[in-house]
């Protein structure tokens, strides 16, 4: 075989590789429209949700104290929004929580009734806010 002939060998298989290095690399780029849209809404910034005042309330004041041309004044010390909890309930909450797990792990509850629990759990976590904010709206 001739030099020309090795080389031309080595030319074409090398063009080969990069063209399937290539279909690869785009074979792995491309997603489904199911898959944009779920990638788009990871990166949708959270809706802000604003609180009207019904009918014949006045506009909340902001707890931030104000100069006298209008601008809030961050100096003063802020107040919570609502209640927070205190340390005795959050550890109380986490008693609770300990002697569900216990009673599971000792048999004294089914599996069933344990996962019902978790669920109610669930539940009052995931509607406690909307409840709580209509709590306040009202």
């Given at each position: 075989m001739t030099t020309n002939g090795i080389f031309g060998i080595v030319l074409a298989t090398r063009m080969a590789l990069v063209a399937a290095a290539a279909a690869m690399t785009l074979a792995g780029?491309?997603?489904?429209?199911e898959q944009k849209a779920a990638a788009a809404a990871r990166r949708a910034p959270p809706t802000a949700v604003v609180m009207t005042p019904t009918k014949g309330e006045e506009p909340a004041q902001s707890g931030l104290a104000h100069y006298p041309d209008g601008y809030p004044s961050f100096g003063?010390?802020?107040?919570?929004?609502?209640?927070?909890?205190?340390?005795?309930?959050?550890?109380?909450?986490?008693?609770?929580?300990?002697?569900?797990?216990?009673?599971?792990?000792?048999?004294?509850?089914?599996?069933?009734?344990?996962?019902?629990?978790?669920?109610?759990?669930?539940k009052l976590a995931a509607e406690h806010g909307t409840d709580a904010l209509s709590a306040i709206g009202n």
């Open positions: 780029c491309t997603l489904t429209p003063a010390p802020l107040t919570a929004a609502n209640v927070q909890m205190s340390n005795e309930e959050a550890a109380s909450l986490g008693q609770k929580l300990s002697a569900l797990r216990v009673q599971r792990d000792a048999g004294a509850i089914s599996e069933a009734e344990y996962q019902r629990r978790v669920a109610e759990y669930r």
